[in-house]
């Protein structure tokens, strides 16, 4: 197990790895930021506290994080389709 471990990482370039979570890490974090938002209109107590516009401005946060979330998980895939056939086979 240890072998093929080791094998399968030294298959994998830095350079491979580096650009993949450069451009995981903005979903991820649009996750987290949209779910922090959601995590404070849930708490009652936050809630409360809250005035109708900070409300209002969380709530536009949330439908334009979901929106551009949905829109990237849609967009990138087919994009990914369109670029692989011209690009060169990895050695």
Known sequence: ?????????LLIHSSYLYTFFRFIQPKVLL??????RIAE???????????????????ASV????????GTGWYVPLALVVLLPESEPLR
């Open 1 to 9: 197990m240890v072998a093929t471990m080791s094998a399968l990482f």
């Open 41 to 59: 209109l849930a708490d009652r107590d936050q809630r409360g506290k809250m005035d109708t516009p900070t409300k209002a401005i969380n709530i």
């Open 63 to 70: 439908v334009l994080g979901i929106i551009v979330g949905l």
């Open 31 to 36: 996750s987290v930021f949209v779910a922090s």
